[in-house]
């Protein structure tokens, strides 16, 4: 809707696909695709096909936070999705539970079949909640650690989510979850509550590009740098509000007001992932 307004002297094709088969897509077709711009592609499948993007070197990121563009520029963050413990206070309060504070709290046997995460085979949320456990603790830490959590949850969910519908429906009373999940939720008047852990907020980032030879056409550049200029902020402002600007502020009803967020390296390896994955066996 806002492309057409913006531009109605053009003919802009949207076409949606999940990011596996997107990138499947553009690593096979490569520079020659119908495609002229990429959208919210999760970093490590947009980093694979980083060969195929036109460089952005010109292009201003001084508004971001430091750190959190690539040094290639082959692509500018889109989102960030953080994920913490989310809980449900009124069944914590009917099975008479504290609010865990931490990952190692998880463990505890009072919460044996009451936790709900999603599966980082089939799920970014889930992954960036194993690699964030690898970065704490070490490939053996975090696995053994997970081998311990696996005994106190009740599901594994294929999407990022199911733990928050478990949540909602008063299935389960904690969740690793989406923070903007939780806030929609608790928005909507649900029992919930976010708990950021105490080493920070773990999160996968996406990123917006143009093919390699699209940047030498005008209108898709009109287009792109609409994007980036102007819609990027109607975006973080109305849908997708974790931080990414210096300066950004969220009008967004209970979201948090200031989220720490953990430090994320190993994210952008799709090889590494994929590797990490194959190990999982819940």
């Known amino acids: 809707a806002k492309l057409s307004e913006k531009f109605p002297d053009l003919n802009i094709v949207l076409q ?45 990121i001084s508004k971001y936070l430091d750190g959190l563009n690539p040094s290639h520029m082959k692509y500018l963050v889109w989102e960030r999705f953080a994920g913490a413990i989310v809980v449900n206070t009124d069944v914590l309060k009917e099975k008479g539970l504290p609010e865990p504070q931490s990952y190692e709290d998880l463990l505890k046997p009072e919460y044996r ?22 970065n704490l603790k070490g490939e053996d830490g975090a696995f053994a650690y997970f081998d311990e959590l696996s005994k106190n949850v009740k599901q594994f969910t294929e999407s990022s989510t199911g733990p928050i519908k478990a949540l909602v ?15 929609n939720e608790i928005n909507a008047g649900a029992p919930l509550k976010i708990i950021i852990p105490p080493d920070g907020a773990p999160y996968s980032l996406d990123g917006v590009a143009m093919i390699d030879g699209k940047q030498n056409d005008e209108k898709v550049k009109q287009v792109f740098d609409y994007l980036i200029s102007e819609y990027i902020y109607y975006d973080k402002e109305t849908f997708s509000p974790e931080i990414i600007f210096k300066d950004q502020k969220t009008t967004i009803k209970n979201f948090p007001s200031s989220v720490h967020y953990a430090k994320m390296q190993g994210m952008e390896n799709y090889e590494e992932r994929e590797r990490l994955i194959a190990k999982w066996k819940y």
């Open 113 to 134: 079949n009451l936790i709900v995460m999603p599966d980082p085979k089939t799920s970014s949320t889930g992954y960036f909640f194993l690699q964030n456990l690898i």
């Open 16 to 60: 949606y696909q999940s990011t596996g088969k997107l990138s499947a897509k553009l690593k096979a077709e490569g520079k020659n695709t119908d495609a002229d711009i990429i959208l919210a592609v999760e970093q490590s499948h947009i980093e694979m096909i980083k060969d195929n993007l036109a460089t952005l070197e010109g292009y201003d």
């Open 169 to 183: 429906q008063g299935e389960t009373a904690v969740g690793l979850a989406l923070i903007y999940h939780a806030v």
